[in-house]
């Protein structure tokens, strides 16, 4: 069973730039979360995507975006980089969207906006 | 929105001494309890999780956590640690209402010989 997987790993922007994350989940699972974690903090809920739609959001702006495809693999958007927006960003995948299924991480993309 | 508070930043300890991580939540109706564990340049990685029924959850690696609904608090324990646990441990909840996890700022452990 292969676990979910990130891409690239590493990536260093400069403000301004865009910039896209790639996620593909675990078999079997339909639901895609994005977290950021920025240095020395908790990782914090960006939006989830369940079966290609947006299925919530966080306290992130709409430069922040996203799409699941039909295979429920999931790509994060960021247009118009910060410097804060440097942070390692996490995927997890789950079964299902309920609050009771556990999400698995991937390793994440560690951002550098410069 | 649920929010998790994690009493201690760092805690070091010494190989096969046993340790404690704190976690406060936000009260709520129903919650969903979980510990993380992330090795350094790694994703996060489930240690065990509340979901209902007996207080005491056992996990992976020798951790257990016990969830104490009257002081919203779901601390994890391990008896005996090993140079291997050195890592940053995150709480999450979540309830019935909201799918997203909210973490807590972390807990480093370093564990020295």
């Known amino acids: 069973e292969t676990g979910v997987t990130q891409s690239p790993t590493h990536l260093i922007k400069t403000r301004g730039q865009q910039v896209t994350l790639r996620c593909s989940s675990q078999?079997?699972?339909?639901?895609v979360s994005w977290y950021q974690q920025a240095l020395g903090q908790g990782p914090q809920f960006i939006f989830q995507?369940?079966?290609?739609?947006?299925?919530g959001r966080g306290n992130f702006p709409p430069r922040f975006s996203g799409l699941q495809f039909p295979n429920y693999s999931s790509e994060l958007n960021v247009n118009a980089l910060e410097l804060d927006d440097s942070a390692l960003y996490l995927c997890?995948?789950?079964?299902?969207?309920?609050?009771?299924?556990?999400?698995?991480f991937g390793p994440g993309t560690r951002l550098t906006v410069l | 929105a649920q929010s998790v508070t994690q009493l201690d930043s760092q805690v070091p300890v010494f190989e096969e001494a046993p340790v404690e991580l704190r976690c406060n939540y936000s009260?709520?109706?129903?919650?969903?309890l979980f510990w993380y564990v992330q090795y350094p340049n790694q994703g996060l990685q489930l240690l065990l999780k509340?979901?209902?029924?007996?207080?005491l959850v056992k996990g992976i690696n020798g951790f257990e956590a016990e969830f104490n609904k009257s002081q919203t608090s779901f601390h994890l324990r391990k008896p005996s640690v090993h140079i291997s646990d050195t890592a940053e441990y995150f709480c999450?909840?979540?309830?019935?209402?909201?799918?997203?996890?909210?973490f807590g700022a972390g807990t480093t452990v370093t564990v020295r010989a």
């Open positions: 997890a995948s789950s079964f299902s969207p309920s609050s009771t299924d556990t999400q698995y």
């Open positions: 078999s079997g699972h339909n639901t």
């Open positions: 995507y369940y079966r290609e739609e947006e299925n």
């Open positions: 009260s709520s109706v129903s919650v969903y």
């Open positions: 509340y979901l209902s029924g007996s207080t």
């Open positions: 999450a909840v979540s309830d019935g209402n909201d799918y997203k996890l909210s």
